[in-house]
């Protein structure tokens, strides 16, 4: 993941969507999508569906949307993420205005 995020960084061109569903990311994979979230400012869709980011990856994800001003659509669904990582995310709403649908079905995000 940290090659791919690091080649999606130095890339000429305005990708504005980017589909990584179903790719096991897993939470350490987030680390480095975090830090491309970031520092992109031209992505304005991204589906992360399925996975398995848990809580850690939703955490470094929330923290990255906190900067990021340009990302208006994200799909988390299916991801592992429980009460934990969904507060986070809570947090990050307040912070980011852009981002208007976040898709966070088939998460057990409990009480």
């Known amino acids: ?10 890339q000429q061109g305005k990708l504005t969507h980017l589909d990584l569903g179903n790719n096991s990311i897993g939470g350490e994979g987030c680390v480095a999508l975090g830090k491309y979230l970031k520092g992109d400012k031209n992505l304005v869709w991204a589906n992360f569906y399925m996975n398995d980011m848990g809580d850690k990856g939703a955490g470094e994800i929330a923290e990255a ?8 659509h994200i799909d988390l669904g299916g991801n592992n993420i429980m009460a934990t990582g969904a507060a986070k995310l809570g ?20 009480p």
């Open 65 to 72: 949307l906190k900067s990021n001003k340009t990302l208006v």
């Open 91 to 110: 947090e990050m709403v307040h912070e980011n205005e852009k981002l208007e649908p976040m898709e966070l079905s088939y998460n057990p995000m409990g």
């Open 1 to 10: 993941m940290t090659v791919l995020c690091e080649g999606l960084a130095k």
